[in-house]
């Protein structure tokens, strides 16, 4: 008698403990959620200074009139096919991370070979403006590694949490699915080969 006394306040106690458990699993994932946005955002910033610095480095170039016009426009339509591709931090799917790094790796590709270019130009290899706005590239190139690198972790961090179980039970009825990570470009893994 005494048992069916005290069943509704265990019952009670169990619904207590695991409506708080669920607003626990629910709220980590939206902090987790939010952590990966902050961090694509931080990739984004990179990618933009990047964006940001390109055009003074081309005025720079332009005023050596002998200098390849066929790489200057490369670098300047590399740049603005990159700056059209965005992606949404809702949105970071593997395809839209992939589009994004394509137009981001053409852009990379562009600023490769007009360095590359610039050796052969002693007088500008000379200019500090150059200089300094080439240091500043290679600057914001390392940037971008360790900012997709936070965001892989911040991904990789949300991705096993709301995969975990039970968390996942909750998760999928809120909606939270996997985020995609940067992936290392195709023939990546193989070493370049050096002719002298």
């Given amino acids: 008698m005494e048992f069916r006394k005290i069943l509704p306040f265990v ?25 990966v946005k902050k961090s694509w955002s931080q990739v984004e910033n990179q990618y933009q200074r990047r964006a940001d610095l390109i ?8 005023g050596y009139a002998d200098f390849e016009k066929s790489t200057l426009e490369a670098v300047i339509q590399a740049r603005a096919n990159a700056t059209k591709v965005s992606i949404n931090a809702d949105n970071l799917t593997p395809e839209n991370l992939q589009q994004f790094e394509q137009a981001q790796g053409a852009l990379s590709g562009a600023l490769s070979r007009l360095l590359v270019t ?22 914001t190139e390392n940037r ?5 690198k936070n965001f892989n972790e911040a991904v990789n961090e949300y991705n096993s949490y709301i995969r975990r179980f039970p968390t996942n039970l909750l998760t999928g009825i809120f909606g939270f699915s996997p985020k995609g990570y940067f992936q290392s470009a195709p023939g ?9």
């Fill in 55 to 62: 055009p003074n480095l081309v005025n720079t170039v332009k």
């Fill in 144 to 148: 971008i590694s360790v900012e997709r």
């Fill in 118 to 139: 610039m050796e052969r130009y002693p007088d500008l290899k000379a200019n500090q403006n150059f200089l300094d706005l080439q240091t500043q590239l290679e600057s």
């Fill in 188 to 196: 990546n893994d193989k070493a370049p080969e050096v002719k002298f």
């Fill in 11 to 35: 019952v009670l106690g169990l619904i207590v403990v695991l409506v708080f458990s669920m607003c626990g699993s629910y709220n980590t994932a939206v902090g987790k959620d939010e952590a």
